[in-house]
């Protein structure tokens, strides 16, 4: 298309409604959900029955809100312990890894590269068995041999951790390794020349250029983390993730509560993305 010929009026029409087709496709979902979480209905669905927070705050009869709901708060604080994790680890080796694929005498960096981007290609099913399965035979073999339990390799909240750190750092270093191709190294020499010792030159100069494409990554990592559904299925032990306390909810029949809860996922989200790009603009400006 060149922007500085006319359009058609077919053209156009077909452009506006491509535009209006493509946007309702992504957020009508979405809308409807944050709708019916003030639904005053036992179930999460149409017709509307008039409007209501007790899917919130409700404390009687079968109206139980989310915040007096004891399963889905300590799913919640789950969900959220193990995305802080998951995160401050898939951080900081994911920025280690971009720092090594950037050395220009790695050994077999081709190689490395592809077995490291390798988790984030397969199915995430797949991957969650296929830890399951390892991490399981390893355990009970060094029980049945040496009489040592692994209970940290078994199903629980730290495999679910290592399960997902192993695909998600993968992100961060594709993330923080695309900013630091962009670094200029006369900059690190320069510090060399003034006296500056490696420590000095990595902490002053190159992650501090580094930075936002870091705290991006950790940014990154924690909602992946946080969401991450076909993986965690596999792993999980009596600490159950929210994710996997809503697709229980949702399979066993379900009050709007699940709605409530996908409307303050979504609220929450918005309101950060919202602020990082004031930030950025504001950045930007200055």
Same mark, same amino acid.
């Given at each position: 298309? @060149? ?36 639904? $005053? ?15 919130? *705050? ?46 220009? $005498? ?33 355990? $009970? ?15 629980? *909240? ?8 192993? *695909? ?12 630091? !191709? ?25 992650? !501090? ?37 809503? *697709? ?9 509560? @699940? ?22 603009? !504001?950045?930007?400006?200055?």
């Amino acid at each position: 298309m @060149i922007r500085s010929l006319p359009n058609s009026k077919f053209y156009t029409i077909a452009f506006n409604t491509f535009i209006i087709v493509y946007f309702v496709f992504l957020f009508a979902p979405l809308l409807i959900t944050c709708i019916l979480a003030f639904n $005053n209905s036992m179930i999460p669905s149409l017709p509307w029955k008039g409007f209501t927070l007790d899917w919130f *705050f409700g404390n009687r009869g079968e109206k139980i809100g989310f915040f007096h709901d004891k399963f889905n708060l300590r799913s919640f604080g789950v969900s959220f312990r193990l995305a802080i994790v998951v995160s401050l680890m898939s951080t900081a080796m994911g920025t280690c890894a971009a720092f090594l694929f950037e050395q220009e $005498n790695f050994p077999f960096k081709n190689v490395m590269y592809l077995l490291m981007i390798a988790p984030i290609v397969i199915p995430g099913v797949i991957l969650g068995i296929s830890i399951l399965s390892f991490t399981t035979t390893v355990a $009970n073999f060094f029980q049945n041999h040496f009489g040592i339990r692994l209970d940290s390799i078994r199903p629980g *909240f730290w495999l679910v951790a290592f399960g997902q750190f192993s *695909f998600i750092s993968t992100y961060v270093a594709m993330v923080v390794s695309a900013r630091l !191709k962009k670094f200029d190294r006369t900059l690190e020499d320069a510090a060399y020349n003034l006296g500056a010792n490696r420590f000095q030159v990595i902490w002053y100069i190159t992650l !501090k250029y580094l930075r936002p494409s870091i705290i991006g990554g950790l940014a990154l990592s924690f909602l992946l983390s946080f969401e991450n559904f076909n993986t965690t299925l596999f792993l999980v032990g009596a600490d159950v993730p929210l994710p996997i306390a809503l *697709f229980n909810r949702v399979r066993d029949g379900s009050t709007p509560v @699940i709605n409530a809860i996908s409307f303050l996922l979504i609220f929450v989200t918005s309101v950060c993305a919202m602020v990082n790009l004031i930030l950025s603009r !504001k950045k930007k400006e200055d």
